[in-house]
């Protein structure tokens, strides 16, 4: 090989495989520093467009998780109602069938009376207070609550609402109805009964809906796991493999250093031809 002082090759290629050496160990420090081994499009764009779009999905079934979990507190405080008026239409049916002793006296039934009134209107309070969010499935309001029920909004789940007030369809209990006499009492009864009957039927229907916001929460929540470990398998990093590379680079490293350093040396010889 020619010796020149213009042109050191040996040095060039040193450079050269040092420069390459020094990219790959700031790609490798970058990945384990990130966790990453595609952080941008820079990366591999393919791939980061890929994970971008499901990323986008992930986001979409946090709002679908979002939009149940309301639906569902709306549902569970219908129930909660819906629970407490069947306790109440119990207490209702005994105040009534007390009432319809024809051997009460007046005070008695006086006492009734005013004990049934208060437990029927109240009935009306815990109506017009089973709300969540602006929801009352309860009261008449709105027919259905609906939720999220897929990442682009084009499926949802719906549960319809029961209307519990006095003097419903339901809870065919008037609002005015008392127990003031043996007459008036022993009518309530069979009214009462068949008021129990239908609210403990849309009980059963309301956890009907319960139910399906559950099993379409679960379904959603696993959707979202599966596609945030499929992101992970094409986006993160293997930290073990990386961890192996820094080190084998970093002695490449040095070892570039060197033989550049050696390279660099190799015009000296030239003067040894002129001794």
Known sequence: MPFSVNTNTGAAVAL????????????????INSGLKVANARDDGAIFAIAQNQRGNVAGYASVMNSINNGTSAIDVALSAGQSISDLLIQLKQKALSAADSSLDTASRQALNANFTALRDQITTIVKNAVFNGFNLVD???????????????RRVTTSAQKLSLSGTIVTLKSTATISTQAKASTLVAT???SLTNVNSALAKLSSGAAKFSIQATFAQKLSDTLTSGIGNLVDANMAQESAKLQ????KQ???IQALSIANQGPQTILSLFR
């Not at 309001?141 to 909004?153: F, P, V």
């Not at 084998?248 to 002695?251: F, I, W």
């Open 16 to 31: 050269q495989y040092l420069s390459t050496t020094q990219g790959q160990l700031s790609q490798t420090q970058s990945r």
């Open 140 to 154: 008449g309001s709105t027919n259905q609550i609906t939720a999220l029920a897929s990442a682009d909004g084009t």
């Open 192 to 194: 009462i009964q068949a």
């Open 248 to 251: 084998s680079l970093q002695v």
């Open 254 to 256: 040095e070892l570039g």
